[in-house]
């Protein structure tokens, strides 16, 4: 039997450590020259030990890479405290490229009085891993091209608002760079004040209340501040980005509409003189009675008729009601800036009543006003909510060409009024009852089809609903509900 010392236990231990490690390990001299390799590194390399022993670091690197190394070759070597990591590029025998991590640190032997040293080197394949960064990278390029080939601007935030990333259309709309988007913070910069050009805290922005819960949020009109210190109409949305069930931020994506807005505008403005124009006859009518009685009674005065007070006065009630006509009339046909307080609902339906009122007598329509109570105070445009008004009794009256009856139905509840307008007119059959709202939609000869559209907008703008009921021969029922 033989027996092995501590010491030769130990050395074969380490020399099993050596040779089977799970990546490759090589001695190699200063000179750069392997003097001993492991089994690991030969199965990296593709090359024998014997071949390996033959061959210099510097032989097996890719020729880009030999720079990377050579300055640990030199005649005087660096003093090594630690590690020195280097990727780079091999050069396998079958002559392809290998992309490995080569971990240098310096080893002291003793061989009796001589000392020398020697780098341990231990070698890892990263090929794999290479490939999937370049993966990555590549993946990466194709998700800016697609990002940056659509129109819509859009950006990611982080928890904090800060830019994870953006397109060009975000660049282009909002004139701030790479370099602004990665130093500062988004929401000072593009969202940090709001229509009415008051700071927004980032605490009440939708943007980050989305952000917070994890919601989606549509904003259909909000301003954005560009670079220049203008600002712009936009219409955006923002989603949640969800990582392992947990909100890490949100895409926003937005859009330009000043353009839209514009137009809005503007069909807006010829619908409305088109409801004048429409009008006009029946006012023209409820105008020529009060002038024909003005006129009597004028050449009754002339005659020297002797009871004038009572003449005065008629003319005089007949003066305020052409008056009263003519106001509303040019109330409707004046472009009016959006202006909000609060109104009470009731009476703006009264008016509007009493300006259709004429054309209801030419039609023979009657309108029954069921109003719950006498006062319900609405925050909103007035004009704008006429508008709407009369757009939807409008078309009561058109749907209703032998006559008929109108309700105007106002009931509140809870936090809510909703208003119905009710005709007994021919009804919309149910395939065209999905283009209502649709602009240019119009089944009357000289219609916009823009009537309703508008209205939907000014009603979707005080944050209420239209729904609409209908049925052939019987009649419609348009509802909208508006927040108290
Ligand atoms: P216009 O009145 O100029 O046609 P609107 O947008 O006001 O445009 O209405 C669009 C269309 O919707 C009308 O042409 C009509 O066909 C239909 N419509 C609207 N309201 C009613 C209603 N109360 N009864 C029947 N049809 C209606
Ligand atoms: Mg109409």
């Given at each position: 039997?033989?027996?092995?010392?501590?010491?030769?236990?130990?050395?074969?231990?380490?020399?099993n450590?050596?040779?089977y490690?799970?990546n490759?390990?090589?001695?190699?001299t200063?000179?750069?020259?392997?003097?001993?390799?492991?089994s690991?590194?030969?199965?990296?390399?593709?090359y024998?030990?014997?071949e390996?022993?033959?061959?210099?670091?510097?032989?097996?690197?890719?020729?880009?890479?030999?720079?990377k190394?050579?300055?640990?070759?030199?005649?005087?070597?660096?003093?090594?405290?630690?590690?020195?990591?280097?990727?780079?590029r091999?050069?396998?025998?079958?002559?392809?490229?290998?992309?490995?991590?080569?971990?240098?640190?310096?080893?002291?032997?003793?061989?009796?009085?001589?000392?020398?040293?020697?780098?341990?080197?231990?070698i890892?394949?990263?090929?794999?891993?290479?490939e999937?960064?370049k993966?990555?990278?590549?993946?990466?390029?194709?998700?800016q091209?697609?990002?940056?080939?659509?129109s819509?601007?859009?950006y990611?935030?982080?928890?904090?608002?800060?830019v994870?990333?953006?397109?060009?259309?975000?660049?282009?709309?909002?004139?701030?760079g790479?370099?602004?988007?990665?130093?500062?913070?988004?929401?000072d910069?593009?969202?940090?004040?709001n229509?009415q050009?008051?700071?927004?805290?980032?605490?009440?922005c939708?943007?980050?209340?989305a952000?917070?819960?994890?919601?989606?949020?549509?904003?259909?009109?909000?301003?954005?501040?560009?670079?220049?210190g203008?600002?712009?109409?936009?219409?955006?949305t923002?989603?949640?980005?969800?990582?392992?069930?947990?909100?890490?931020?949100?895409?926003?994506?937005?859009?330009?509409?000043?353009?839209v807005?514009?137009?809005?505008?503007?069909l807006?403005?010829?619908?409305?003189?088109?409801?004048?124009?429409?009008?006009?006859?029946g006012?023209?009518h409820?105008?020529r009675?009060?002038?024909?009685?003005?006129?009597?009674?004028?050449?009754?005065?002339?005659?020297?008729?002797?009871?004038?007070?009572?003449?005065?006065?008629?003319?005089n009630?007949?003066?305020?009601?052409?008056?009263?006509?003519?106001?509303?009339?040019?109330?409707?046909?004046?472009?009016?800036?959006t202006?909000?307080?609060?109104?009470?609902?009731?009476?703006?339906?009264?008016?509007?009543?009493?300006?259709?009122?004429?054309q209801?007598?030419?039609?023979?329509?009657?309108?029954?006003?069921?109003?719950?109570?006498?006062?319900?105070?609405?925050f909103?445009?007035?004009?704008?909510?006429?508008?709407?008004f009369?757009?939807?009794?409008k078309?009561?009256?058109?749907?209703?060409?032998?006559?008929?009856?109108?309700?105007?139905?106002?009931?509140?509840?809870s936090?809510?009024?909703?208003?119905?307008?009710?005709d007994q007119g021919?009804?919309?059959?149910?395939?065209?009852?999905?283009?209502i709202g649709r602009?240019?939609?119009?089944?009357?000869?000289?219609?916009?089809?823009l009537?309703?559209?508008?209205?939907?907008?000014?009603?979707?703008?005080?944050?209420?609903?239209?729904s609409?009921?209908?049925?052939?021969?019987?009649?419609t029922t348009?509802?909208?509900?508006?927040?108290?």
């Amino acid at each position: 039997m033989f027996k092995l010392s501590n010491s030769q236990v130990e050395q074969a231990l380490y020399q099993n450590a050596f040779e089977y490690a799970s990546n490759g390990k090589a001695i190699v001299t200063l000179d750069g020259k392997f003097h001993l390799v492991n089994s690991t590194l030969c199965t990296i390399l593709g090359y024998s030990k014997r071949e390996l022993q033959m061959l210099t670091l510097s032989q097996l690197s890719h020729l880009e890479d030999i720079s990377k190394t050579n300055y640990l070759f030199t005649e005087q070597p660096p003093n090594i405290e630690g590690k020195i990591i280097i990727d780079q590029r091999f050069i396998h025998k079958n002559g392809k490229e290998l992309w490995v991590a080569l971990h240098f640190s310096l080893l002291k032997i003793n061989e009796g009085s001589k000392h020398t040293s020697h780098y341990l080197v231990d070698i890892y394949d990263i090929s794999k891993q290479i490939e999937k960064e370049k993966e990555i990278k590549k993946l990466n390029q194709i998700h800016q091209l697609i990002l940056d080939s659509i129109s819509d601007g859009i950006y990611g935030i982080d928890l904090d608002a800060n830019v994870i990333f953006w397109n060009k259309a975000a660049e282009e709309m909002v004139g701030y760079g790479e370099n602004d988007l990665s130093t500062q913070n988004l929401h000072d910069l593009i969202h940090h004040t709001n229509k009415q050009g008051n700071k927004v805290s980032i605490t009440s922005c939708p943007v980050f209340k989305a952000l917070k819960d994890g919601e989606s949020i549509h904003i259909t009109d909000d301003v954005f501040w560009r670079k220049d210190g203008m600002s712009f109409d936009v219409e955006y949305t923002t989603n949640p980005i969800i990582e392992n069930g947990e909100y890490i931020g949100s895409v926003i994506t937005f859009r330009d509409i000043t353009e839209v807005k514009k137009t809005k505008e503007i069909l807006q403005k010829s619908e409305k003189l088109s409801l004048v124009g429409q009008m006009a006859a029946g006012i023209a009518h409820e105008i020529r009675n009060p002038l024909t009685s003005l006129k009597g009674f004028l050449q009754l005065i002339q005659s020297g008729e002797s009871d004038k007070q009572l003449y005065y006065k008629i003319m005089n009630e007949e003066f305020n009601r052409i008056e009263l006509i003519l106001n509303e009339l040019l109330l409707l046909a004046k472009p009016n800036p959006t202006t909000l307080c609060e109104k009470n609902i009731i009476g703006v339906l009264d008016q509007v009543v009493a300006i259709l009122q004429p054309q209801c007598n030419i039609q023979n329509v009657q309108i029954n006003c069921l109003y719950q109570t006498e006062e319900i105070l609405v925050f909103c445009d007035d004009n704008q909510l006429k508008q709407v008004f009369i757009n939807l009794i409008k078309n009561a009256i058109d749907a209703m060409p032998k006559g008929g009856e109108i309700s105007l139905e106002v009931e509140r509840e809870s936090e809510q009024v909703i208003i119905r307008v009710k005709d007994q007119g021919v009804g919309i059959p149910e395939e065209k009852l999905a283009s209502i709202g649709r602009p240019f939609f119009s089944t009357k000869e000289n219609g916009t089809g823009l009537g309703l559209m508008i209205s939907f907008g000014i009603i979707e703008n005080h944050n209420g609903k239209v729904s609409v009921t209908s049925k052939e021969n019987q009649g419609t029922t348009f509802t909208i509900t508006l927040p108290l």
